[in-house]
Every structure is written in C-alpha cells, then in structure tokens.
C-alpha cells in the first residue's frame, strides 16, 4: 500500500494536466514502513525523453514520441537521491501520465521499472486528469495493482 495526502494527489494531476499532451513524470519520496509507502513529497520533474537518442539506442521501431514515453534524467534522480538521503528520507517511487490512455502501465513500463518501487499512473483524457492508480513489480517483475490510501 502506498499512502499520500490529497495535496499530493493534486501536485501529480496537476503536472499531468499542465504538461498534457505530453507525458508527465516525478519522483516519490517518502517512508517504507512494513509493507507500506508513506510519501512525504511528490518532486515533479522535467520529461527528458529524447526520441532521437532512444532511436539511436533502442532501434528505429520502439523509439516514442514524450506523448507516449517518458524518462527522468540521470542526474536529476542521483541528485534527488542524495537529497532524499541527506532528509533520510527514500525514493519509494516515479508517478507518471498516460495521455488519453488508461492509468494501466505499458510493456515499456514494465521493462524499466525497479523492483521496490510504486508507480502512480494518471490517465489524462484531453487535458484533464482522472483516473489514478499506482503499481508495483512483483517477484516474476509483473506489475501488480497497489492500494492508494489518502492521509491527513
């Protein structure tokens, strides 16, 4: 489970309706507490996808537009990272959009994404954000739904 407050919620929709049509992207962090995530801040983050470069390093036919893809930058994560460590607080996560697709992670997702970690997806349908779920890999590194609690 992953807990967060409703100013956290809207700091997420927000980016996701303010960088629409585009993918949106951010960092989580927060607590691990058991098996919860308690977020303390959500960090939203500049989408660095480079579809040139993703072409070069991937191949002509799975390199994405920054309306299908995304990526936060190398060194804004080990920057964020640091200062995550420095508050002792961790990276529990990455939240992300899906513009006019559903809150469900793609394949792409799935091959990027780190065990450990919460991903919150939104989905934004013409420019307004609804529907919202996060997910988390599980042991055969499918993604698994995850309970989203609202805290005070």
Known sequence: MIRLSQE?????????????????CGIILGHLASEDKIVVEVMPTENAWNTEA?????????????????????????????????????????????????????????????????YIIVSVQNGKAGELQSWSLDKDRQFQAEAIENIK
């Not at 980016?15 to 629409?20: G, I, L």
């Not at 309306?67 to 994560?77: D, F, G, L, N, S």
């Open 8 to 24: 956290h919620l809207q700091t997420i929709r927000t980016h996701a309706e303010n960088t629409y049509p585009d993918e949106c």
């Open 54 to 118: 993703a072409t070069e390093f991937l191949g002509e036919d799975t390199a994405e537009s920054k309306r299908r893809q995304y990526t936060i930058a190398p060194e804004v994560m080990l920057k964020t990272q640091k200062e995550a460590r420095d508050r002792s607080l961790n990276i529990i996560g990455i939240f992300h959009s899906h513009p006019d697709h559903p809150a469900i992670p793609s394949e792409c997702d799935r091959l990027y994404a780190w065990q450990g970690y919460s």
